[in-house]
């Protein structure tokens, strides 16, 4: 594709919606965006969002469901600690890692207007449990990399090892991750 055949922008979602973006986009895809909202964020961010589309344009938002995360083992021997220890050292720092609205999302875009909505919610096949759970190590990695020499990010990083052991063991985070797609009514 040649690059004059498309634009990039940045765009803070915290910052009002740029005025030349409003109303121009036939599709918005969003994924995963949890890490950076908490709960209180969600529905200002969806109003802002929808701004962005044409009307009858269709929002599609992919998220992780940290809610549902649980430990998948090949055996009932495997050891576990150092997995579930790293995710629960993350959790207290705020919302970001425990949000209870992911579950929610299809009723969020019912209630701001949204109409077709869909949602496709399932856990990862047996073969892409091990990849994305590996993903999960580079999430701590970029929580620790600012703030390196608070205790919260040296816990972290001193539960990766073990952590890694476990997961060489056939230990895995499973997440349940849902697709949720609504379209903007005609006006
Ligand atoms: C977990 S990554 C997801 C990246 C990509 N959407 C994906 O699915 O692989 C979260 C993304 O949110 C972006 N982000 C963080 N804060 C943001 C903000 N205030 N406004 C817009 N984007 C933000 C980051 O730049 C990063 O690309």
Known sequence: MATSEY???????????????????????????????????????????????????????????????????TSSNNKTGAISSLMKISQPKDDRFSPIWVPRLPDLFR?????????????PQPEMIMPLHQLTFMVYECLTRQGNSSEWS??????????????????????????VVGRKPLE
Request: aromatic residues 8%; charged residues 25%.
């Open 7 to 73: 634009d990039t922008s940045e765009w803070d979602v915290f910052t009002d919606i740029p005025e030349d973006l409003s109303g121009v986009y036939d599709i918005v895809h969003i994924s995963l965006f949890s890490i950076v909202l908490k709960d209180g964020d969600v529905a200002g961010i969806l109003d802002k969002v929808l701004k962005l589309l044409k009307p009858g344009g269709y929002l599609q938002w992919f998220e992780a469901d940290m809610v549902s995360w649980r430990i998948q083992t």
């Open 111 to 123: 209630e701001n207007g949204l109409t077709a909505v869909e949602c496709d919610a399932r856990d």
């Open 154 to 179: 040296k816990a972290i990083r001193e539960a990766i090892p073990e952590a890694l052991c476990e997961t060489d063991a056939g230990a895995a985070n499973v997440f349940t991750r849902s697709m």
